[in-house]
């Protein structure tokens, strides 16, 4: 897999999203703390590189920011053992789970799918593939993300309810996981809006940064 993210070409079909995987997030949005990894998909037509903005989907009025470790997938694996599923990483990525929030929450109530809420386009901003061995323990991660420089989020893997190679074995029990997916790990607390002409900064340890611009979409 080459380092850098040229287009998603050589990047797999799936993003696969774990949700409350943090529980001081699960308590700042009232959620209940899973007893089961929560499993969503986000579409690949959702990334975003730097050098492109995050567009507000037209009638959102609520976007939220979630920083996130992304696991990238190497080879193709079904009904992946946990002591084995490490086997299945070829490196990491930084990346934003934005979230129509507003959206998400009116589908909840209404017992609907939070596939627009997740999906739009510019939904998963995403970092260049960052080398396995440069992350020794994945689950032990410092994640952090300022709005306009001020800081929001500040968390590490190490408090996630399940861990990496326990979500690989689980995911791929139900889906196959395929050369290049990702999946997104889920967010530490501290997630919240962001407007048009905000500025997202976030990075991973001291290994990466990345930084969006937000702006409204405009209809065409
Ligand atoms: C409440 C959510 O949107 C779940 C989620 O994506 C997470 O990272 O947690
Ligand atoms: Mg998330």
């Known amino acids: 897999m080459q380092n850098n993210l040229s287009r998603f070409s050589e990047w797999g079909r799936k993003v696969v999203c774990v949700g409350r995987n943090f529980k001081d997030h699960c308590v700042e949005l009232s959620n209940p703390i899973p007893k089961e990894p929560l499993i969503f998909l986000k579409p690949t037509s959702s ?3 730097e050098g492109e903005s995050i567009k507000i989907p037209n009638g959102c009025n609520s976007l939220h920011h979630e920083v996130e470790l992304g696991v990238v997938i190497s080879k193709d ?3 992946i053992l946990e002591n084995s599923a490490m086997d299945y990483v070829g490196g990491y ?6 979230t ?5 929450d009116k589908a909840k109530k209404q017992g609907k799918p939070w596939s627009f809420a997740k999906g739009f386009d510019t939904a998963c901003p995403i970092s260049s593939l960052i080398p396995r061995g440069d992350i020794v323990n994945p689950d032990d991660v410092g994640l952090w993300l300022k709005v306009n420089g001020v800081e929001k989020q500040n968390g590490s893997t190490k408090d996630m309810i399940f861990n990496i190679p326990s979500l690989i074995s689980y995911i791929s029990h139900v889906m196959t996981l395929e050369r290049g997916d990702v999946v997104l790990t889920g ?3 501290g997630v919240g809006p962001v ?4 500025v997202i900064e ?7 940064t990345m930084k969006f611009n937000v702006m409204k979409k405009f209809q065409s």
């Open 100 to 104: 129509a929030r507003d959206w998400q």
């Open 202 to 208: 976030c990075g991973v340890n001291n290994l990466l």
């Open 195 to 198: 407007e048009a002409g905000d």
């Open 77 to 79: 694996g079904s009904n």
């Open 47 to 49: 990334y975003v590189v």
């Open 187 to 189: 967010t530490p607390e």
């Open 93 to 98: 990525v930084l990346a934003l789970d934005m």
